[in-house]
């Protein structure tokens, strides 16, 4: 079980978008995030007439390191630590470390 999933508020800790938060869109591989709003680039696109697409210089994200981000607790309002507890009935859940309280129920 990862600490960031799909769809959790992270909070950016380090880099040109720190203090930013926004909700993670897809995890590229097993050290990469893409979340919405934040480490914005321009690309210079082509155009490409085959897509119906017109060229120019296009704002998008660009993956961000997973140690560049913590999970959001809106608890505290802050960014925290996440580790793993096993429940009675046998279920793994993520508990934020400042709490002690579960992420997802």
Same mark, same amino acid.
């Given at each position: 079980?990862? =600490? @960031?999933?799909? $769809?959790?508020?992270?909070i &950016?800790?380090? !880099? =040109?978008?720190? %203090?930013? =938060?926004?909700? +993670?869109l897809? +995890?590229?591989? #097993?050290?990469?995030?893409? &979340? ?9 696109q ?7 697409? $017109? !060229? %120019? ?8 390191? +997973?140690?560049? +981000? ?6 505290? !309002?802050? $960014? #925290? ?8 009935? !046998? =279920? ?10 579960? &992420?997802? @129920?």
């Amino acid at each position: 079980m990862k =600490r @960031i999933h799909k $769809g959790d508020e992270v909070i &950016v800790t380090t !880099g =040109r978008s720190k %203090g930013q =938060r926004g909700h +993670v869109l897809r +995890v590229v591989d #097993d050290s990469k995030l893409l &979340v919405e709003n934040v480490n914005m680039v321009k690309k210079h696109q082509k155009p490409n007439p085959q897509l119906n697409q $017109g !060229g %120019g210089i296009v704002e998008k994200e660009s993956p961000i390191h +997973v140690s560049n +981000v913590a999970l959001y607790n809106p608890g505290t !309002g802050k $960014g #925290d630590r996440v580790s793993f507890k096993t429940l009675d009935d !046998g =279920r793994k859940v993520r508990i934020f470390n400042s709490t002690g309280e579960a &992420v997802d @129920i």
